[in-house]
């Protein structure tokens, strides 16, 4: 495992890998697989780049270790990824992502753009408006989501009035100059890839500077129950966030998933989307390698393929073509209490298409708006 416990993106790692070690005890607690219990080596890279690399290679060069669960941006998994190649292991990357990447050595558990960005943008034009300001962090992931969002409202003939990218682990200043953008250009619309400690320090300055969520909602992929856990409720109140699973999906397998993971790492834990994935691959590596009968990487990757699982968001499935996930697309917007409130989700489970190459018609909404589920 590689999570960090400290860092800019920790809160949300955390709850990541807190997925892992459950859904790891629920497997050995019913006998392991054929016998054996799985055992997590775990490091934390702190949120370095460089530790992650290292982290990856001691797993796979000194500890035995040919399956590895971990990481949370886009820079984390380059890194680790050429050494999870170079040495025929596996990653499991349980986190939402920009796309446009394919490896063999790779499953993708967390919602690729076209999962999230089409619904999400479509939802934002028929409710909020076609003016449209992108703020992120500066690094992949938010500089593609963001060409994504752009294409997808230039083409519903809306406009993107600018795109604005502060330092990952950002200062007061970097919001500052954010917010005078946003009283220079009056947007309709502020779509956040902020990631981490940063998201936190956008919405307060948002907030304190008077503008309010009813009239100008910042929509996020990068707002979940880990960062929300962190914020007062009134700073971010009404803002919204599309993920294929929330901490408040009432599904009777979502209530049994959550009840279970707050009962082992405590009531204030927050349950994200990330987590659900990771506690997902866990549950999918384990029929994999049950069915494989040996723990070679390739016999486990190719058991994989096609391979469904009743997961707490609905019934999943690893896409043999692209080794990322056929996920359920949702829209919540938090309320008073810092709960998200689920306004709309698909009908249907989403193919991943991290290329974007069939995006086709945006999907009809199954709910009218603001219509809790």
């Not at 890279?45 to 982290?55: D, F, L, M, T, V």
């Not at 987590?275 to 590596?285: D, G, K």
Request: charge should be negative.
């Amino acid at each position: 495992m590689l999570f960090s416990r400290t860092g800019v993106t920790a809160a949300a790692e955390i709850s990541e890998a807190n997925a892992v070690l459950l859904a790891a005890e629920e497997i050995n607690g019913a006998g392991g697989i054929r016998g054996r219990k799985i055992e997590p080596i775990i490091y934390d890279p702190a949120c370095s780049i460089s530790k992650y690399r290292e982290g990856a290679v001691k797993l796979l060069a000194q500890d035995g270790v040919r399956i590895i669960f971990g990481c949370y941006t886009s820079l984390q998994r380059k890194a680790v990824l050429p050494e999870v190649e170079a040495y025929r292991g596996l990653l499991f990357y349980p986190t939402f992502y920009e796309g446009y990447e394919y490896s063999d050595r790779c499953f993708y558990g967390g919602a690729s753009a076209n999962q999230n960005a089409v619904a999400l943008a479509r939802y934002l034009i028929e409710n909020h408006g076609r003016r449209f300001l992108l703020v992120g962090s500066n690094y992949v992931f938010p500089y593609e989501y963001n060409r994504v969002v752009s294409d997808l409202v230039n083409g519903a003939g809306g406009s993107v009035l600018d795109e604005i990218y502060v330092p990952v682990e950002p200062e007061q200043q970097d919001f500052d100059k954010v917010i005078r953008q946003i009283e220079k250009h009056q947007p309709e619309v502020i779509v956040s890839t902020v990631v981490g400690t940063g998201s936190q320090l956008l919405y307060e300055t948002y907030a304190k500077a008077g503008f309010e969520a009813g009239k100008m909602p910042i929509a996020s992929l990068t707002m979940t129950e880990a960062e929300v856990a962190l914020m007062r409720p009134e700073v971010i109140a009404g803002h919204l966030t599309s993920a294929s699973f929330f901490e408040t999906l009432s599904t009777e397998k979502a209530r049994r998933f959550v009840a279970s993971f707050k009962r082992r790492f405590g009531d204030d834990a927050p349950v994200t989307a990330s987590a659900e994935a990771a506690y997902c691959q866990v549950h999918l590596y384990a029929k994999a390698l049950a069915a494989a009968g040996r723990d070679d990487p390739d016999s486990i990757a190719q058991q994989l393929s096609g391979l469904e699982f009743d997961a707490p968001q609905g019934r999943i499935r690893i896409d043999p073509g692209n080794h990322h996930t056929e996920l359920w697309s949702r829209i919540a917007r938090i309320d008073a209490m810092g709960k998200f409130n689920i306004i709309w989700q698909s009908e249907t489970r989403i193919r991943p298409d991290p290329y974007f190459v069939t995006a086709g018609e945006w999907p009809a909404f199954s709910r009218q708006p603001d219509h809790k589920t």
